[in-house]
């Protein structure tokens, strides 16, 4: 089955401690992203990255990294979380960017206390 | 980042009612996107539509393209409580431009 698979489902840590959602797909896409959702805002783009060892800023990147070592894999580190992390977290991917439809991840609720 | 609107923001309909919710841009695009989030969970894709077409069916889904008003309209006919969701549309302003999401429109249907 494709799926885009993100882990935790849910995440309570604490300012400062550094954290990693994964995220994998099995579908041989090029392109995958990052995204957070908070209400009112909508979904903002964090990073992208458009093939392996190919990654960019998206909107909303300050705070963040990730890296891109194999096709399947895109995580998102937090070095040092904040308050203002806590949020709604999905990754997605598509053959292209753009051009083709996105596969989501169930997403990450994630909560900086 | 230059977002869709959708149009309305919270939509509340019974069941066998048809849906209908709009979406408006500022700039040209490549492709418009309808997606599907059910409470919390990761957004399905629904339906893409290019700059070059008017309309397109998927099912009790009907997605029109007014390029000339830069806006779209997803209708759901025959809606089921099951449809309950948010949806969003989203723009592809070129051929390499990442997904810019609208903010969503929440549908409620009651049985």
């Known amino acids: 089955e494709a799926q885009v698979t993100q882990n935790p489902r849910y995440l309570i840590t604490v300012t400062g401690k550094k954290l990693t959602v994964t995220c994998s797909q099995n579908m041989n896409h090029e392109y995958m992203s990052w995204y957070r959702q908070d209400p009112g805002l909508g979904l903002r783009q964090i990073y992208y990255s458009m093939n392996v060892e190919a990654t960019d800023k998206g909107d909303v990147p300050e705070g963040y990294k990730v890296s891109r070592k194999e096709k399947r894999n895109f995580p998102l580190i937090l070095e040092s979380p904040s308050p203002n992390q806590t949020s709604l977290y999905f990754c997605a991917s598509s053959l292209y960017r753009g051009i083709a439809e996105a596969f989501f991840g169930q997403g990450t609720r994630l909560t900086v206390v | 980042s230059q977002q869709g609107e959708e149009d309305p923001q919270a939509l509340s309909i019974q069941e066998g009612e048809n849906a209908t919710m709009n979406c408006s841009y500022k700039t040209s695009i490549n492709n418009l996107q309808w997606y599907r989030q059910n409470s919390g969970r990761g957004l399905v894709h629904l339906i893409l539509?290019?700059?070059?077409?008017r309309e397109k069916h998927s099912g009790r889904l009907r997605v029109t393209l007014d390029t000339s008003k830069k806006s779209s309209s997803l209708l759901i006919t025959a809606s089921r409580a099951a449809d309950t969701a948010s949806y969003f549309c989203?723009?592809?302003?070129?051929?390499?431009?990442?997904?810019?999401f609208g903010k969503g429109t929440r549908l409620s249907v009651i049985a």
């Open positions: 539509i290019r700059s070059n077409e």
């Open positions: 989203a723009t592809v302003f070129s051929g390499n431009t990442p997904l810019v």
